[in-house]
């Protein structure tokens, strides 16, 4: 993009990713005046939902007039590609910001700050529009410290049918209680606490809850107490302590009613009589099920690892040696990258449309914490050599399967927001839909293959890398896999994981071969395990489209009957 001109803006630099789009700075050709530049991702661009949400959310906020919202000043297509053209705001984020800040900020500059924003959020909120992205990457400072909101992909429009579709891509560090567990239900007030979030970081440069995955992020939002806020600095006002802790609150109806009485409270203008109370530990409130047909997903205590970590001795380094030494640890982190790498690729040959995975060990279960009782105990097993399809199947070599009168054809031939998605050429390369586990096992068959097993599936999703949350890493990315939104996307739309295999996590639950059983992990064999001899329920892996974060963890299993057919699970084959 960099270089092309959209009508009369020249494309300058990327400035960086937002919810639904690259952004970048662009120049306008006659006027010399900096702008930006938003295009949508050429993955969401071929979905009509995201098309249309794309606009929608342009619309909306080009409606919205106030001096510190960043305005939306055109719309263009052009070449098949839709772009948002925005006013530029020559300033930092308030996440670089708070990088570059080493002295601590004063409460004064954390009240000049915080002013424009929550201005901004009162006058969204009265238009019935909710930001549900609020943090300090999409919070802009010019010059002289004013903050202004950007970044409304997220966004719903109360009343706003397709607004309302789509992801909650908002970050687990700032995400509210109920945004997790309910988020069809979350209201302006989820906002208000996403800023106090903001708030809290601004004053002790970290934010409130930490942890190694989102997973365990989301669960201390849920469920634990926030940490006091004087502990980290203790020259704030106790007024200051009274907001963080109401716009912090684990009930929506315990938090400010809004924003504009949330600022009057800072400002100590309706500050009376405060008590900064002690946040009681709340009870566990559920993370929303995949679906309305699953009763059970996720009803089990988590069990958290209870490994202890290793104490790292304190390296005293010579100030003259210190750049030799870190040269040196530099260049051994890339000797065992490459390493790693080519050790990784010889443990696969990819033939066609499969992948043969080498034989290898792995520890199978969570590793982390979190995770439910079924994930439990971690326990090390041993893979045989085999092969895996890079591919979930799709519509297109199912429908040769029913052609050769061996399958049945799909039941229901609509996707979630398709009416005909099976033997519609459109969606030929998505993954097939409606089938059973017995649909699942007969095309394999059919095919000269076999279902997965269950570790077999997980040691192929890990990609080689033993440690990871999900098949890239410790973090959900939904600009790596498609997770909760609103529709199947085609199969092979996002990179694919260190074993060349694609959608691992996310788009459709895949079959495996294994009866489910809760406590098999106890007594599973170490080599080549095949899951129980009997059982009520199969098992499925990997997350869909509609699933959070925590669905599509490498580790995570979830059960069905064998019979059912349902819009969130496909499958892929193995031998």
């Known amino acids: 993009m960099i270089g092309k001109t959209i009508k009369n803006y020249r494309i300058l630099e990327e400035l960086g990713h937002g919810n639904l789009g690259i952004v970048y700075l662009a120049e306008h050709k006659a006027l010399g005046l900096k702008y930006t530049v938003k295009v949508l991702y050429p993955h969401l661009a071929k979905n009509d939902i995201y098309k249309e949400r794309f606009v929608k959310i342009a619309q909306a906020q080009a409606m919205l007039k106030h001096p510190n919202i960043v305005e939306v000043l055109d719309f263009i297509e052009q070449d098949g590609q839709s772009f948002v053209i925005s006013e530029y705001i020559d300033g930092p984020s308030l996440e670089k910001y708070l990088q570059s800040e080493k002295k601590g900020i004063s409460y004064n500059k954390i009240l000049k700050i915080i002013e424009g924003p929550l201005n901004a959020l009162n006058y969204i909120h009265s238009k019935g529009i909710i930001h549900r992205n609020i943090k300090p990457s999409n919070i802009i400072l010019d010059s002289t410290m ?236 041993c893979i045989l050599k085999f092969k895996i399809d890079k591919y979930e199947v799709t519509n297109e070599k199912y429908i040769k399967c029913v052609e050769a009168g061996v399958c049945a054809p799909p039941n229901v031939k609509s996707s979630n927001t398709r009416k005909l998605y099976y033997g519609n050429n459109q969606f030929k390369n998505y993954p097939v839909l409606y089938v059973s586990w017995e649909d699942a096992k007969k095309y394999c068959e059919w095919a000269g293959k076999r279902l997965p097993t269950e570790a077999e599936w997980e040691f192929a999703s890990r990609g080689g890398d033993k440690s990871q949350v999900f098949p890239w890493g410790n973090h959900a990315d939904q600009l790596k896999a498609n997770y909760n939104s609103n529709d199947t996307v085609e199969t092979g739309s996002y990179s694919p994981n260190n074993y060349g295999l694609y959608d691992m996590s996310g788009n459709v639950w895949e079959w495996v071969d294994d009866w489910y059983d809760a406590n098999y992990y106890k007594d599973s064999p170490s080599s080549d395990p095949k899951g129980p001899s009997h059982g009520i329920d199969k098992v499925v892996r990997g997350g869909s489209w509609y699933g959070e974060s925590i669905n599509i963890r490498v580790a995570n299993r979830l059960k069905f009957p064998p019979d059912i057919k349902s819009h969130l699970i496909g499958f892929r084959c193995a031998k």
């Open 146 to 381: 004013n903050g202004y909101i950007t970044d409304f992909g997220s966004a719903i429009v109360l009343g706003d049918r397709t607004t309302q579709q789509g992801a909650v891509v908002s970050t687990a560090f700032y995400i509210s209680p109920e945004m997790s567990s309910n988020p069809k239900n979350a209201d302006h007030r989820s906002d208000i606490y996403s800023i106090g979030c903001v708030l809290y970081e601004i004053a002790t440069g970290k934010p409130p809850y930490e942890g190694e995955t989102d997973y365990e992020i989301l669960q201390k939002h849920i469920n634990d107490p926030i940490p006091p806020i004087d502990i980290y600095n203790e020259s704030l006002p106790k007024k200051f302590i009274f907001v963080v802790n109401k716009a912090l609150e684990k009930k929506p109806d315990d938090r400010f009613s809004g924003c504009g009485d949330m600022l009057q409270a800072l400002k100590g203008e309706s500050f009376k009589n405060y008590s900064v109370k002690k946040v009681k530990k709340v009870s566990s409130t559920k993370i929303h099920p995949e679906s309305e047909r699953v009763d059970k997903i996720r009803k089990e205590p988590i069990q958290a690892d209870s490994t202890p970590k290793a104490i790292n001795p304190i390296i005293v380094i010579k100030r003259q040696n210190k750049s030799v030494i870190i040269s040196g640890l530099i260049i051994f982190v890339i000797l065992i990258f490459l390493l790693f790498k080519i050790i990784n690729n010889s443990l696969t040959t990819t033939s066609g449309d499969m992948v043969e995975i080498q034989s290898g060990c792995f520890e199978m279960g969570p590793n982390k914490g979190g995770g439910d009782h079924d994930e439990y105990p971690r326990h090390s097993v």
